[in-house]
């Protein structure tokens, strides 16, 4: 049994869920659960708050975690980092009133700064030789300026629309994050075994990502040129039909080169061309 904690709530949460699901591990999740064990696979899932994840990962509450970079960072905790996983995607970064003029992070010499980030907002300080006063708040440090509480703040962007409302504007980039899979550093050898089949089927939908299953038909004299648009995983499969004059052609495509290739197809005389989602992909 291999024992996850992740998210309760929050940012990472939705995607957290969908992960696990698309990796077949089904949950039945009630309210107010903290402890859950899956169904047909041997892993139990602890709902924990992002900030407890890296030392709950480290000292063996759980065996592994999906926790924010942001977490994993500033809690500097001995888990070890096993993937990135490449969702919610976010940064930490420095923001100031927005109508301030800034030159470079000497502006915050002597300034007080809000955050929930301390470790890392030092480490960033120290680096630049800037000395400022750190004022440590757990939630709605956005707010810490317009109040008079903080000349800036350092906290997680994403979007972009937090710093807007509350007439802040970014200035530093300290650290992009995104989504980690850790794990403690003294699994057994049962437990290792469940996260290498956890980690093959993440790997599987990762890969199966911004791809496209796409089946058309193609006059054969086109054959050819039409291959040469999609290359597929090693070659396309081609198949028969009963117009000896077609075949069928069956491959995969990038979404990010999807209408590209569609337009190719159709100018070369594919017909009836079909597009499927692809869920998981084992190369
Ligand atoms: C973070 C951060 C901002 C918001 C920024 O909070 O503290 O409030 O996200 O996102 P935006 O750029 O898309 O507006 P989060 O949702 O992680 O909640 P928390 O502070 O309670 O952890
Ligand atoms: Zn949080």
């Known amino acids: 049994m291999l024992r996850i904690a992740v998210q309760s709530k929050g940012r990472l949460y939705d995607e957290t869920m969908m992960l696990l699901e698309e990796a077949g591990i089904k949950l039945n999740r009630g ?4 402890l859950l064990s899956a169904k047909g696979f041997p892993v139990e899932v ?9 030392q709950s990962v480290a000292n063996g509450v759980a065996d592994i975690g999906i926790v924010g970079e942001n977490e994993y960072v500033e809690k500097g905790q001995e888990a070890k980092l096993i993937k990135r996983l490449g969702f919610s995607k976010c940064r ?24 929930s980030y301390p470790v890392i907002l030092r480490s960033f300080l120290e680096e ?3 000395k400022a006063d750190i004022h440590v708040i757990s939630g709605s440090v956005e707010i810490a300026p317009g109040i008079g509480l903080a000349d800036a703040i350092f906290d997680i962007v994403s979007s972009g629309s ?20 850790i794990a403690n550093n003294n699994l057994s050898k049962e437990k290792l075994e469940i996260l290498d089949e956890l980690l093959f089927r993440f790997e599987a939908i990762q890969i199966a990502e911004g791809k ?22 090693k070659s396309p499969t081609i198949t028969p039909l009963a117009n000896d004059e077609w075949v069928s052609v069956q ?33």
């Open 162 to 181: 937090t710093l807007v409302s509350n007439q802040l504007r970014e200035v530093e980039v300290v650290l992009p994050c995104e989504a980690l899979l």
């Open 46 to 54: 602890l709902f924990l708050r992002d900030d407890d994840i890296p």
């Open 92 to 115: 930490l970064s420095l923001a100031i009133p927005k109508d301030e003029e800034y030159k470079g992070a000497e502006w915050f010499e002597g300034k007080t700064i809000a955050t």
């Open 212 to 233: 496209k299953y796409v089946l058309l038909n193609a006059p054969k004299e086109k054959l050819d040129e039409i291959i040469e648009v999609l290359p597929g995983m």
């Open 31 to 34: 309210k107010r659960i903290l």
């Open 251 to 283: 491959s995969v495509i990038a979404e990010k080169h999807f209408w590209e290739i569609i337009g190719k197809l159709k100018s070369l005389g594919a017909e009836g061309i079909l597009v499927l989602p692809i869920e998981k992909m084992i190369v």
């Open 128 to 130: 630049r030789g800037v």
